[in-house]
């Protein structure tokens, strides 16, 4: 994945605001969001990747996002799920263990 592609996918990401919702998850789908946005930026701040902690956290991460937003309206929904695609996004140019 073109890191290219990346800064252009997290530009939207925080062009985005936060949905409003109620869920009884809200502060685990904040959590989730604030640590994938965090290996984003030290993804696009290091000319070395990611390393094989971030790729653990960021995987951790999209699996929990799978199980918290099946519940959730349309309008959050899609939000987690550009969230879930810029996650996907690091893994692809994550070092392959």
Excluded: N
């Amino acid at each position: 994945m073109e890191r290219s592609m990346i800064a252009t996918a997290w530009e939207q990401h925080c062009a985005d605001e936060w949905p409003q919702f109620s869920s009884p998850h809200q502060g685990q789908l904040m959590t989730i969001d604030t640590v994938i946005s965090g290996c984003v930026v030290y993804f696009l701040d290091s000319s070395e990747g990611l390393d094989q902690q971030r790729v653990a956290i960021v995987k951790d991460c999209l699996g929990d996002l799978d199980e918290l937003t099946e519940a959730l309206d349309t309008e959050p929904q899609a939000y987690f799920y550009r969230l879930r695609e810029l996650g996907t996004m690091l893994l692809g140019d994550a070092p392959q263990s």
